[in-house]
C-alpha cells in the first residue's frame, strides 16, 4: 500500500511563481526524501529531511516536516519552465533505504 | 561514471512468456532495488538487495525473481509474464544499506505485456 498522499494531484502556475507540493504519510518514518521525474525519464534525488528535522533549504527548494501531523511540504520558489515534471516524496521508516513512494504531484511552469 | 544503467528501455512480451531485465551500476554501491511505476500509482518496491549474495522482498514481488550475484548487476527476472506487470520499471542504487543516502535511478525500461 502507499505511504504518502501527495496534495495536489496537478498544479499549474506561471513561471515565477512559487509551487507548494503536500505529502501526508501515515507510519513513522526515519527520512523524508523527495525526487523529481521529467517525463519519461527516471527519478532525481532533490532533498532529504531527517525525522528530528523541521526544515531544510536546497537552493531555491524548501522542505519542511511535522511528524506530529505526518506531513511534508515541497516548496519551489521563483519557478521556472524547467521545473516542469512530478515531484514525489517517499519515506524511509527503518533506515533499510526501502523508499515507500506517494502517488506524486504533476507540476506545469508555463513561461 | 555511468551511473545506473537498464536494458533494454524498450520490450514487448506475450502472455507466459519469461524475460530479465538487466540493471547494472558502476558507483560500487551496496544497495540496489527495483521498482514498478504505473500510472496513478507512483513508485512501489519489487525486490532489494543490500549487497551482493542478500536479496529481499519488497511491496509487490510475486511474478518476479531476483538474485545478486555480484555488487555491480541487480537482474529482475519475470518468470511467466501476465498482463499486470505492464508497467515501467526503475532500478535504483545507493551506497550502503542505511536510509541516510540518496538513491540513484536508472533511465527505466517500459514493458508491454499483451
Redesign the interface.
Known sequence: ??Q?EEDPQALSIQEGENATMNCSYKTSI??L?W?RQNS??????LI?I?SNEREKHSGRLRVTLDTSKKSSSLLITASRAADTASY?C?T?N???????????TTLQVKP | NAGVTQTPKFQVLKTGQSMTLQCAQDMNHEYMSWYRQDPGMGLRLIHYSVGAGITDQGEVPNGYNVSRSTTEDFPLRLLSAAPSQTSVYFCASKEGGQGLDEQYFGPGTRLTVT
Open positions: 500500500s502507499q504518502g526515519n527520512n526524501q525526487y519519461g525519464r527516471g527519478l532525481v534525488h532529504l531527517r514525489f517517499a524511509d527503518g533506515n533499510t533505504g526501502k523508499l515507500i513512494f506517494g502517488q506524486g
